[in-house]
Antibody, heavy 120, light 110 residues
Framework: QLQLQESGPGLVKPSETLSLTCTVS??????????WGWIRQPPGNGLEWIAS???????YRNPSLKSRLIISIDTPTNQLSLRLSSVTAADTAVYYC????????????WGQGTLVTVSS | QSVLTQPPSVSATPGQKVTISCSGS????????VSWYRQVPGTAPKLLIY???KRPSGIPDRFSGSKSGTSATLGITGLQTGDEADYHC???????????FGGGTKLTVL
């Protein structure tokens, strides 16, 4: 059964870069039927889509975050990565790794999430 | 401020039916499929409805989805206390070029 597992620092200082990795297990990140992406949820708030990427490097980014974010896929390690630069307290959130269908674009699989706090 | 609008909360008693609305616009719900996610606090969201009205394997037929114009609705019949959770609607916004969510609706089963 395919699973997604997020990993990375739980605490990042303001103005620094947040870096997260998602490891895909039980399946291949090179499946042509899916995008792989990130969604976040600030404490007590709703969900915000960050970005999605296909292993063939087709990428979609949230326009409000586009200038600060890099999303990438490493096929040999079956991993997805996120880098978000110049973070502020507003970037404090639970970050979820997700699988998104390329057809009608719903998110059919979610990781357990990892809390990232931006604080000095 | 979310692109899609949901009521912050709804409540009903066990056995009753409840509906949760999701309002959007012509650039999102009006032309794209809607999905719904169920989230028990402290856990990750889980797909509940996709393509407006389809249920993934394992989701009981007590849960249903519909879409009309620029609005979508999630229906839950035969409410159980275990249905208490936050419910989120989502779709693609073709003008923004982004996936967009509603603010989430907290369902309380009294």
């Amino acid at each position: 059964q395919l699973q997604l597992q997020e990993s990375g620092p739980g605490l990042v200082k303001p103005s620094e870069t947040l870096s997260l990795t998602c490891t895909v297990s039980g399946g291949s990140i090179t499946s042509g039927d899916y995008y792989w992406g990130w969604i976040r949820q600030p404490p007590g708030n709703g969900l915000e889509w960050i970005a999605s990427m296909h292993y063939m490097e087709i990428t979609y980014r949230n326009p409000s975050l586009k200038s600060r974010l890099i999303i990438s896929i490493d096929t040999p390690t079956n991993q997805l990565s996120l880098r978000l630069s110049s973070v502020t307290a507003a970037d404090t959130a639970v970050y979820y790794c997700v699988r998104q269908t390329t057809g009608t674009l719903y998110f059919d699989l979610w990781g357990q999430g990892t809390l990232v706090t931006v604080s000095s | 401020q979310s692109v899609l609008t949901q009521p912050p909360s709804v409540s009903a008693t066990p056995g009753q039916k409840v509906t949760i609305s999701c309002s959007g616009s012509s650039s999102n719900i009006g032309i794209n499929y809607v999905s719904w996610y169920r989230q028990v606090p402290g856990t990750a969201p889980k797909l509940l409805i996709y393509d407006n009205n389809k249920r993934p394997s394992g989701i009981p037929d007590r849960f249903s989805g519909s879409k009309s114009g620029t609005s979508a609705t999630l229906g839950i019949t035969g409410l159980q206390t275990g249905d208490e959770a936050d419910y989120h609607c989502e779709t693609w916004d073709s003008s923004l070029g982004a996936a967009v969510f509603g603010g989430g609706t907290k369902l309380t089963v009294l």
